[in-house]
RNA sequence: GAGGUUGUAGCUCAGUUGGUUAGAGCGUCAGAUUGUGGCUCUGAAGGCCGGGGGUUCGAGUCCCCUCUUCCUCCCCA
């Protein structure tokens, strides 16, 4: 190669037409049932002010951000910002460098927005979006540097029958986008801090959720262990191993969770929560066995503060699909406390790489052009042009090749963009004010008369 | 951030222990068919073997660095 092969940047994808086909069927679809449920859209710029997304995401989360370059020269004047480049890390760097910084998610921005527009929103306000974020994490199966997220989120009320709406959502889109067998499991973090609490870990919650929400993964004996490895006591594993075995047995753990949580205020306020949602969603429609409690799931985002959900299917060898939950104060971080939300996001690129895995797209078979002009030269096209004009203005979709190159060309040429029909208005046509037309399917040709072939299409439309 | 893996024609890939001029299929283009696609046949074009450095008489092949692909951990959608 003369040239460096051009690519587009690690981990971000260009999508042609098919793909373009398969994608908009997933976001028509998610659309039209946001929509449904009473939920307006909108956007938000790409970036945000880079303080807008710091400490939202856990320590892990802050590292996969995108930091944007400030323009201009910030290395020449370095006494003016304070800049002593002989002591400085790369993180005090940061702030002096970059102060921009690409979306992590849509909720965090969203919470930007209805902070600064509160005044103008309808409370409780519902609202959705689908546009891309970007994470600097490694890509790997079913994750890129750039893909897009689909959140429909509620703020301004604490009700839980936003949670069943939510979950009714989740319900409708993956069965009309017909997965099989997903499942979508509901924990609290409030169930989470009152096993925290019991055990008598309050203060490790963090290390406590992250090592059990490896259970399905690596098994109790070794959640077990690395809890050890983080200092429980005895006692406090006791309790947890107690909680796991009633967890892994799927059946009384509702019942069980309520005794062993019982000592707990806030447990108990989680149990009463996950259990009104569970009921109610079960008598709207969607079954036990898509519905679950797994109190193993905890999610990192730090802005949680009850119900959390996560979508996955078992064993399709993708990760989760969608996910979710209620925070609580997420607006007080941008000054305006006591504004309750709740959301769910779709991971639109996982789904995509998911149906296309398990054959669930429609065919898509879209014809560009139901009639598709041949040009012979200047003369003979403006008569095609006149009677194409004619056709678009009864909406139907039909085109001219531009250039007057060779007809086995511009046949082929037909023959790839799947055209139904090929006219041909040549010299000999021309003069009989006639019109060949093909049929590509069958290979049938006939000619007719420009003026009964409009009179045809006029009866057709 | 850690570990592994991949890179050869537009695409999918061969290329033996280092040894002449790096191959195939598909696609592209031209012709068989002067105004008609799919099928067939004939022919042609197309490569600094991801990039840089090194070992060697000699490197697609061995070594180092870097980028990239895919995967695992971490974390997530």
């Not at 020449?76 to 993180?91: H, R, T, W």
């Not at 609290?188 to 399905?216: C, H, Y």
């Not at 203005?393 to 007809?407: E, F, L, S, T």
Request: with cysteine; glycine share 8%.
């Amino acid at each position: 190669m003369s040239q460096q092969k051009p690519s587009a940047p690690k981990g971000m994808r260009d999508f042609g037409p098919e793909e373009m086909a398969r994608r908009n069927y997933i976001f028509s679809t998610i659309r039209r049932v946001y929509e449904k449920f009473g939920f307006s859209p909108i956007e938000t710029p790409a970036m945000e002010k880079l303080e807008t997304l710091t400490g939202k995401y856990g320590e892990e989360g802050d590292r996969l951000i995108f930091k944007v370059l400030n323009s201009g020269d910030y290395l020449k004047e370095p006494k003016v910002s304070g800049l002593d480049l002989n002591q400085i890390d790369s993180k005090k760097l940061l702030r002096h460098i970059s102060e921009k910084a690409l979306r992590y998610d849509l909720t965090v921005p969203f919470a930007r927005y209805v902070v600064q527009y509160h005044h103008q929103l309808p409370i409780p306000f519902k609202r959705y979006q689908i546009q891309p974020v970007w994470r600097a994490d490694n890509p790997q199966k079913g994750r890129y540097r750039e893909f897009y997220q689909c959140d429909a989120d509620v703020v301004g009320s604490a009700s839980l029958i936003n949670e069943v709406e939510l979950i009714l959502i989740l319900h409708e889109v993956l069965t009309e986008l017909k997965i099989q067998g997903f499942k979508i499991y509901i924990n609290n973090r409030k169930i989470l801090a009152g096993i925290a609490e019991v055990a008598g870990i309050s203060k490790q919650l963090v290390s406590f959720t992250v090592a059990l929400d490896k259970l399905d993964k690596i098994g109790k004996e070794n959640v077990l262990h690395e809890m050890q490895q983080n200092g429980f006591s005895e006692d406090s594993l006791k309790k947890i191993s107690q909680v796991i075995d009633a967890a892994e047995l799927k059946k009384n753990t509702l019942s069980f969770l309520k005794k062993f949580l019982s000592s707990s205020e806030t447990g108990m306020k989680g149990m009463d929560e996950v259990s009104y949602v569970i009921k109610t969603a079960h008598e709207l429609g969607v079954s036990n066995e898509t519905l679950e409690l797994d109190i193993t799931l905890a999610r990192g985002l730090d802005y949680y503060t009850g119900c959390i959900f996560e979508v996955k299917v078992p064993g399709s060898g993708f990760g989760s699909i969608a996910g979710g939950g209620r925070y609580d104060d997420l607006t007080g971080i941008f000054g305006m406390p006591g504004l309750p939300g709740v959301g769910i996001s779709f991971g639109a690129d996982r789904i995509y790489d998911l149906l296309l895995a398990h054959k669930l797209y429609p065919s898509f078979e879209s014809t560009r052009y139901k009639y598709f002009f041949l040009n012979f030269g200047e003369t003979e096209s403006k008569e095609s042009l006149r009677l194409i004009q004619i056709l678009r203005g009864k909406n139907i979709r039909c085109g001219i090749y531009p250039d007057a190159v060779k007809i086995k060309k511009q046949m082929e040429y037909a023959d790839k963009v799947k055209a139904e029909y090929v006219c041909t208005i040549g010299s000999n046509e021309l003069l009989e004010r006639k019109l060949g037309i093909k049929n590509m399917h069958t290979g049938e040709q006939h000619t007719i008369s420009w003026d009964e072939f409009i009179q045809q299409i006029t009866q057709e439309a």
